[in-house]
């Protein structure tokens, strides 16, 4: 029987889908299978993007049409069937998942009280403890949406509190915790308290959780997109991928352009008469100019076609400022855009973030699982594997240089590491690029350094260095000033210098111009010849590591036997147990040949330089990988059949491996992470995406944490 968690608030809009998008990633680094249930949607004509955005979290497996209990026409009809179909399709899911969030209804139908009651009714049915969301904003009409209301006081709170739980309790549903949300950012301490206080008092029993989140003016404001469905407009000109961006005001150009300028706020969509074409040209130009606030968009109203020459004009132009264009008049349109509601969905990448960020830090996630009875899961799945990797960056902020400051996938990386404080970061760009880029796609980089590789006192001040570096291959100061100015170069002279702890780059560029100059300035380790890599293969149910697979193409024994002691050490940095099997196609003494000596001859060079690793070899990866076949081939193994560290012959039969187990067993590859150098420099793939990034960044803070223990240990 799954643990369930039934969530539900007072009123509406309370951001009920923050809460549920927290309590949905907190279970889902508990347990391996997670599952989502929404108890009444609206209809089942639009299908529900609350639902959608929590199906597309990566530890959930369901169907959006099994995940779905009745509409409020069922209600409405026959509310004791309702609650029968409620039950029956829940505990269709319940026996597929670990641990489930059930979504109460929206308030969007029948009365606050008496749908909160049916709500109750609900979760008593479910045998689901309640998480209870009260708004901590009061509903104001139309400037609701960009939060422009009234913040309820925490007495306010407190009688918001002390009526639900009555309705809690009249229903016979359990309470199990207490969220404020959207709650004044001046009064959390004090509304805690409130609450807290009514709760005790009302509460059967002690120690109930009350959380409290602050307002995040982001989070509720509408995205271009969001105003685009409302005004059922059409994408004109711009680029779709910043119809993302948050929309914080709306200004009504309805007067010359000498006027609307001076009205221009950050973030806001300028509604335009479409026959008034100077204004939106003057509009466009002063987005573009630096000189005036960053636009959210253009919003045409009217029905007239823009004239060819204005339209050839725009083009020439090249913004990426999205201008849609509606039907509807001017009032209508400045209405409807008031009327729009932000929507937290995957897509919007800074409300996700702020969402997921704003809850780990308010809500005690250890305290949350523990008391819905979850016990850690033995199993390691990728989800889980990444929580880790991202709480151990946290727990020692490392500084990060980003060299690709001109590409978005970065872009969006960094704001995710920002946001969710995983590392502090450094960007390498024009800075005014790189901020405007960051606007457009509205991700907030605002806590990034950002530096230009062309800054005279660092290229400076690097060239020198570098000229000192080289001076054995005659390096002058003048190509060694020109030589600096490549991102690759200053943003490894910055980690070697101590201006960053990390780098992480390759989005943009070959593997070999990323590490190059590692190779020239950072160098290897004592007592390490070569620099390799290894991928960490997050499987459904454990993490491996494979090595080399992305460096070296053919390793002689003394360099296999490095590949392995430095995998053997990056595995153990990352909380892998490290058991080393040294592959070949012979197990034991099975096997002859040049190529199984070469194996053979480095197992003996690792058990001679680390006799504390468990190594074994040479071995085949069945025999490594599977405990029957390893009580067959080689019994009485520590290793074979528990292998945790997989060292291949050479680099073919290595990036092969890792590429057929990724795509053929569904295994997550993080990597390659470079190992043997003094710092830690790691490369992307050409392809990869932004998750990808954001993980290289945490596996780069934890090796550069590591480094920073081995220095603070060696010099005490």
């Known amino acids: 029987m799954a643990q369930s968690i039934f969530i539900t608030s007072a009123e509406g809009h309370s951001g009920k889908s923050t809460i549920a998008l927290g309590v949905l990633d907190a279970l889902s680094h508990a347990t391996g299978r997670v599952g989502v249930f929404r108890s009444i949607a609206r209809s089942t004509a639009e299908r529900d993007y609350v639902l959608e955005m929590l199906l597309e979290h990566d530890g959930v497996e369901l169907d959006y049409d099994e995940c779905i209990g009745v509409t409020y026409d069922d209600v409405r009809a026959d509310p004791e069937a309702a609650l029968g179909v409620i039950v029956e399709r829940y505990k269709s899911v319940e026996t597929q998942c670990d641990a489930v969030v059930i979504l109460g209804s929206d308030f969007t139908d029948v009365g606050s009280p008496a749908e909160l009651g049916y709500n109750a009714r609900i979760a008593a049915n479910l045998g ?12 104001e009409g139309l400037g609701e949406q960009l939060g422009k209301t009234q913040a309820r006081t925490p007495a306010q709170m407190g009688q918001i509190a002390a009526l639900a739980l009555a309705e809690l309790a009249h229903g016979r549903a359990e309470l199990f915790a207490v969220v404020a949300n959207r709650t004044d950012p001046d009064a959390l301490v004090e509304t805690i308290a409130e609450v807290k206080a009514v709760v005790d008092a009302s509460a059967l029993r002690d120690g109930i959780p009350v959380w409290a989140l602050p307002e995040d003016r982001f989070l509720v404001a509408p995205s271009m997109r969001g105003v685009m469905r409302s005004l059922d407009a059409t994408l004109l000109k711009g680029d779709p991928e910043l119809l993302t961006r948050e929309v914080l005001d709306v200004v009504v150009a309805g007067m010359s352009m000498d006027n609307v300028l001076p009205r221009l706020e950050d ?8 026959d008034r074409t100077d204004v939106l040209l003057a509009t466009l130009l002063a987005n573009a100019s630096g000189t005036f606030p960053s636009l959210a968009g253009i919003a045409l109203n009217g029905p007239f076609p823009l004239p060819e020459a204005i339209d050839r004009l725009i083009d020439g132009l090249g913004s990426s400022l999205p201008i849609i264009s509606t039907e509807y008049g001017t009032y209508e349109t400045a209405l409807r855009i008031m009327r729009t509601r932000g929507r937290l969905a995957a897509d919007s990448q800074r409300r996700y973030d702020t969402a997921l960020a704003m809850f780990e830090q308010h809500v005690d996630v250890d305290e949350l699982t523990r008391a819905l009875g979850l016990a850690r899961s033995t199993a390691v799945t990728p ?18 240089v980003l060299p690709e400051g001109d590409d978005d996938r970065v872009l969006r990386a960094a704001a995710t590491v920002l946001a969710r404080g995983i590392a502090d970061v450094t960007i390498l760009g024009d800075p005014d690029a790189v901020r405007g880029r960051a606007t457009e796609l509205g991700i907030d980089i605002g806590s990034a350094d950002i530096l230009s590789p062309f800054d005279a006192a660092h290229v400076d001040r690097f060239a020198r260095e570098y000229e000192r ?76 590591v494979y090595g ?36 070949s196609y012979s197990t034991g003494e099975s096997g002859a040949g040049e190529d199984v000596e070469k194996v053979r001859a480095a197992t003996a060079l690792v058990r001679e330089r680390a006799p504390q690793l468990l190594v074994e070899g040479p071995i085949q990866y069945d025999a ?47 990597g390659p992470v470079l190992q043997g150098l003094n710092k830690p420099i790691n490369d992307l793939s050409r392809g990869a995406l932004v998750d990808d990034i954001v993980n290289t960044i945490a596996i780069t803070a934890i090796q550069a944490q590591g480094e920073a223990s081995t220095t603070t240990g060696e010099s005490a």
């Open 624 to 670: 490594a990988a599977d405990a029957a076949v390893a009580a067959a081939k080689m019994p009485g193994s520590q290793v074979a059949g528990r292998a945790t560290v997989f060292i291949f012959p050479d680099l073919n039969t290595g990036n092969n491996t890792y590429k057929a187990v990724q795509r053929s067993a569904g295994a997550v590859a993080i």
């Open 383 to 400: 989800l889980m594997f990444g929580y880790e990797l991202v709480e151990r960056a946290r727990a020692d902020r490392k500084r990060i």
């Open 469 to 544: 570096l080289r001076a054995h291959k005659g390096m002058t100061y003048a190509r060694a000033a020109d030589t600096v100015t490549d991102v690759s170069y200053f943003g490894t002279l910055m980690v070697h210098l101590g201006l960053a702890d990390g780098m992480v780059s390759g989005a943009a560029h070959t593997t070999a111009h990323t590490i190059r100059p590692a190779f020239e300035i950072i160098k290897t380790k004592p007592g390490v010849s070569v620099v390799s890599s290894v991928f960490l293969m997050a499987l459904a149910d454990r993490v491996l």
């Open 128 to 139: 689901a403890p309640v998480l209870l969301v009260l708004g901590g904003r009061s509903q």
């Open 548 to 583: 080399d697979c992305a460096v070296i193409p053919d390793p002689s024994s003394e360099q296999l036997a490095d590949i392995a002691i430095s995998s053997a050490a990056t595995a153990a940095q990352f909380g892998i147990d490290p058991r080393v099997a040294m592959l």
């Open 267 to 274: 973030s806001a969509v300028v509604v335009v008469a479409a």
